[in-house]
């Protein structure tokens, strides 16, 4: 038997090699998510977070080719004023007009439907009774921007909540993708009553998502000296693609916003997005993921161990915290199609045909 000396010495070798490992790990986390513009997988579009292109679900999501015969899928383009409650106007596209089961998709990143699209029209293609909705946040695609007073994922489910009762649709199942999970869920802890279900593809969460992502979507604008005026922003990479893909009108509405109501507005959605850090999600506690009023989730992970935006680990989290969750590794469109489609008719109310 080994004296308790030995065992303390023993112990303490144990515990010294596990931290050595521990911080070669952390390491070569921050290494790997550095951005190497030489790197076939880097991905330059300045809606998306660099070296989004390395996760599995990128080529599922992102400019997506047609499936199924999805070229043939039926297609009704809109513009939705949601005023007077909301000083805006949404851009949306809707697959299967004729449809009787909603789902609404919030696309990832900072994106818009000309990117994200072609998914849900896959999905569209795959059941003619699904109306799949899909929508340009404010200030992303072609829809409006204005900066507001909350958070911007906040401001979002705001304008989905009016958004669902203009398209006189809901309960609804939301279909949310990384960062358009977050105004999802917001919606479902404010606005319940619309919400049928929720699916999540993927959870996002952990320290480096908190970090990175915060920096790279909002508070980067904070340090750069030359944002004096709307002027200078519309010069940034994301601004000049969202004046690019805009109608003139759309174009002078962004100049016409205040500078310094910009530059509030990437302060406050960034420090709020970075406070998340130590918790299971970003955007939302433990507690409020736990007090969510939905029938159901069902998050949605390619299944790669190491993706340092949305940590397995953090998914398999979630389905202790969320009432009546599941969770699916589903890495390509088939075995999305195979869990999504029961889960949305399962739970999804029909509605009336010509809704």
Request: glycine share 6%; with cysteine.
């Amino acid at each position: 038997m080994k004296s308790p000396r030995k065992l303390s010495v023993n112990l303490m070798i144990g515990m010294t090699s596990f931290l050595l490992c521990m911080g070669s790990v952390f390491a070569d986390q921050h290494e790997e998510a550095a951005i190497d513009i030489n790197d076939p997988n880097y991905n330059p579009d300045p809606t998306l977070f660099k070296g989004a292109a390395n996760n599995p679900f990128f080529p599922l999501f992102f400019n997506a080719l047609p499936e199924g015969g999805a070229e043939n899928v039926p297609t009704e383009v809109r513009r939705i004023d949601l005023r007077p409650e909301r000083d805006m106007t949404l851009y949306v596209e809707i697959y299967n007009p004729n449809g009787t089961i909603p789902l609404i998709v919030t696309p990832g990143g900072m994106g818009e439907i000309g990117a994200f699209g072609g998914f849900a029209r896959n999905i569209a293609a795959a059941d003619s009774d699904l109306k799949v909705v899909i929508w340009d946040r404010r200030n992303m695609g072609r829809s409006e921007v204005s900066f507001g007073s909350e958070p911007l994922s906040t401001e979002e489910a705001e304008d989905m909540h009016v958004l669902l009762k203009r398209l006189e649709v809901g309960p609804a199942t939301l279909f949310g993708m990384s960062s358009g999970s977050r105004s999802n869920m917001i919606l479902a802890q404010r606005h319940p009553e619309q919400i049928a279900a929720l699916v999540i593809a993927p959870l996002t969460g952990g320290p480096i998502a908190a970090e990175r992502l915060s920096q790279e979507y909002y508070l980067k604008y904070l340090s750069d000296d030359t944002l004096t005026s709307m002027e200078e922003v519309a010069k940034t990479p994301l601004w000049a693609a969202y004046m690019e893909r805009n109608t003139p009108d759309l174009r002078e509405a962004f100049m016409e916003q205040d500078v310094d109501d910009f530059l509030a507005a990437m302060k406050r959605t960034g420090e709020h997005l970075a406070s998340f850090h130590a918790k299971t999600t970003l955007g939302m506690t433990d507690e409020q993921l736990a007090a969510l009023d939905v029938p159901a989730t069902l998050i949605l992970h390619h299944g790669e161990e190491r993706d340092f935006l949305h940590p397995i680990v953090h998914t398999r989290s979630a389905t202790t915290l969320l009432k009546n969750s599941s969770f699916a590794i589903t890495p390509t469109l088939g075995p999305v199609l195979e869990v999504l489609l029961p889960f949305v008719k399962q739970y999804t109310p029909v509605m009336e045909p010509g809704r």
